[in-house]
């Protein structure tokens, strides 16, 4: 079985960092979900307009193409509702699990302010915690950002088990 992992979560929770740890960790290749988003989403982040389900329902049926298609892969997105969680899951073509980064959302906002470069501004993070349908254990690990990346990275791996490649 090909790992498909999603580290999951409201911008600014650590999805890029989180999965680069994993890639080095299982030697898998990690994959930035934002490159994949459409020129026209992100100039509407980037002017501050909240995403639609119609801007991101193109969006996700690319994470999942590319799950599908780069098996084994990390891929950061935010998959921050079930309903999206579901589209990822049914165009992967096989299982998928995802990681979710939970934070509250004073330290993500600190985290998001201290960040240079990224066209996510802090002023959508309410947005997306309106968005969040946090999942439920029959869906996510769940992980707290609020520790080490080393701690992090080892709940994953722990919750994953041996070699899940």
């Known amino acids: 079985m090909s790992l498909r992992l999603v580290i999951m979560g409201v911008a600014g929770c650590g999805k890029s960092s989180v999965g680069a740890a994993l890639s080095e ?39 999942a193409d590319t799950l599908k298609g780069d098996a084994p892969l ?18 992967a073509g096989g299982h998928v699990t995802f990681v979710h980064l939970a934070g509250d959302r004073d330290l993500i906002a600190s985290r998001m302010a201290a960040r240079s470069g990224h066209y996510m501004p802090l002023s959508l993070l309410d947005s997306q915690f309106a968005t969040l349908e946090r999942p439920g254990p029959d869906e996510a690990i769940e992980v707290t950002i609020d520790q080490s990346m080393d701690a992090i990275v080892g709940q ?5 088990g041996g070699n899940p490649q």
């Open 74 to 91: 990390i891929i950061g997105c935010s998959a921050l509702r079930r309903a999206y969680r579901d589209r990822i899951r049914a165009g």
């Open 156 to 160: 994953v791996l722990s919750h994953l």
């Open 25 to 63: 960790q299982l030697h898998i290749p990690y994959r930035d979900g934002d490159d994949l988003h459409s020129a026209e989403a992100v100039e509407k982040m980037r002017a501050g307009i909240p995403l639609t389900d119609d801007d991101r329902w193109p969006w996700l049926d690319r994470i």
